[in-house]
């Protein structure tokens, strides 16, 4: 892959665990329907090293699900230093779990990457009393190590992405998939899953709830399953292509007009392990 130009990039995103323990009503990458597991890092490694021959995003972010609940979130640190030394590089966590990681934070000031911690409801007290906890624990963390930090606190409402619930799901289908594109808060978010290139979270993910919910069978989620990412191997004009692809077809499955849930977090806390 070596006589591959890079091509520069604005975002680059991975998730590195599909497990959350919040089920926010409305997660783009659907992780509040439980699902299950983390990427190894064996696997990942060759994914990032695979796209790094051929992109240089001028931020990539690791998230997910709940990236701390990866066992291997350090090695994802320090690859994604490695990799792309000149990129902003961003964990972004619910905040909830750094217990889990000893030594998180020294990580995160050795490497430079940026913490970027989602608030999500507030609503639920539950959940609001374990965020101010964790927080303050950050903030004091920071203080003393100096690594950077955002706390975004404006997208805790959630839009649909699709109507109806688990196995009632449905994609919106509103006719005009440019309405859909322009609307569209993931539209930037292009993502690395299972080694390949996908346009975005909803896209890529569709894949991990179908056989729960036997999205397959149903006639209207079929064009959007059918969806192919790229390669890393892909020749190059076709990767341009993919950037500058803008509305497509696709983005039939999502809104054109955006509506938010009323209830941002369904609080189904658990023990913080997968
Ligand atoms: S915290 Fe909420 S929005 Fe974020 S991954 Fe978990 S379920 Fe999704
Ligand atoms: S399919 Fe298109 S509109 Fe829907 S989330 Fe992806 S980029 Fe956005």
């Not at 913490?115 to 374990?130: A, G, N, P, T």
């Not at 109507?163 to 594109?181: I, K, L, N, T």
Request: a negative charge; hydrophobic letters at 40%; glycine letters at 8%.
């Amino acid at each position: 892959m070596s006589d591959w130009r890079l091509i520069s990039i604005p975002f680059l995103e991975m998730d590195i665990a599909y497990a959350c323990d919040l089920h926010c009503q409305g997660c783009s990458h659907y992780s509040n329907y439980g699902i299950k597991g983390t990427v190894p890092f064996a696997e990942g490694e060759v994914w990032l090293r695979d796209w790094a021959a051929r992109l240089k995003p001028g931020t990539f972010s690791m998230l997910g699900g709940e990236p701390a609940l990866n066992p291997d979130l350090f090695d994802y640190l320090r690859l994604a230093q490695e990799l792309w030394p000149d990129s902003t590089r961003i964990l972004i966590s619910n905040g909830l779990n750094h217990h889990l990681r000893p030594g998180l934070f020294d990580l995160l000031a050795e490497t430079k990457t940026r913490l970027d911690i989602s608030f999500h409801s507030h609503q639920d007290k539950q959940y609001v009393e374990r965020f101010n906890e964790a927080l303050i624990a950050i903030e004091v963390a920071r203080a003393r190590l100096g690594f950077d930090m955002v706390l975004r606190t404006k997208e805790y409402r959630f839009h649909r992405i699709y109507q109806g619930e688990g196995a009632g799901m449905r994609p919106f289908e509103d006719q005009d998939p440019v309405a859909s594109w322009k609307a569209c808060q993931n539209s930037s978010c292009c993502t690395i899953h299972q080694g390949m290139l996908w346009k975005c979270p909803p896209l890529a993910y569709l894949g991990l709830i179908k056989d729960r919910f036997g999205l397959d069978r149903v006639e209207a989620w079929k064009p959007y399953l059918a969806y192919r990412p790229l390669a890393p191997t892909v020749p190059e004009e076709e990767l341009v292509r993919f950037f500058l692809a803008g509305a497509e077809s696709v983005c039939g499955m999502c809104p054109a007009k955006l509506e938010f849930h009323e209830q941002g977090l369904i609080s189904k806390q658990r023990s913080g392990k997968d």
